[in-house]
């Protein structure tokens, strides 16, 4: 039991180490030798419990991901929940992720990831990204009319999570044009609910486009 837990405690600490170290420098930059010596891990610990760097860094992007999640999980419906329900609500826990700083080095390190994308990136798609998009596409699907293309919906998809990404990919900018007093005082209720509503608003432009017998370019 005791080597069980040592072994996990070991592998552990080397994750949240290396999160720390690769979102501040990056992959390359990153010394295996910092992440041990910090991690009270001999040099061997890497390979033994990751086979080697490159695996040890996707696996701490993956954990940053799954870290995030679990701090601000999405809600479960129940069978009937109406769409425009369940977008209210999809949206405003992205937000709270964007906004939310409960682990900034593992927001550091997918924003990171996702600019300089490596062989982590194709793997946080398939288990988290992935699972997440075919829940808004599924919102959308009842909220758009048949007639409105699949490269349509994706289209509409990027654009209501970037409302969400702006807040914490353009933060700086956003305080510096806004004030940053004023932009502080922006809680995570006035900030969720205004992006729950332009997405609504987004999806109701479109769909009404499409049921007046438009192509939906105009909106």
Known sequence: MTDTVTTLTTKQRLLDVAREIFAQKGFEAASVGEICDRADANRAAISFHFGGKERLYVEAVKDAHRQIMSQVPMPTWPAGTPATERLDGFMRTLTARMTRETAPFCTMLLLREMAHPTGACAEI??????????????ILNEMLPAAVPEERRYLLGFSLVSQALFYKQNRPVAALLMGEERFA?????RVATH??????????????AYRGGTSGTQT
């Open 125 to 138: 798609v398939r288990e988290f990204i992935r699972p997440m998009a075919d829940e808004l596409m599924a």
């Open 185 to 189: 005082a922006l809680d995570l209720d």
């Open 195 to 208: 992006v729950a509503a332009v997405a609504r608003a987004a999806v109701e432009a479109v769909a009404a």
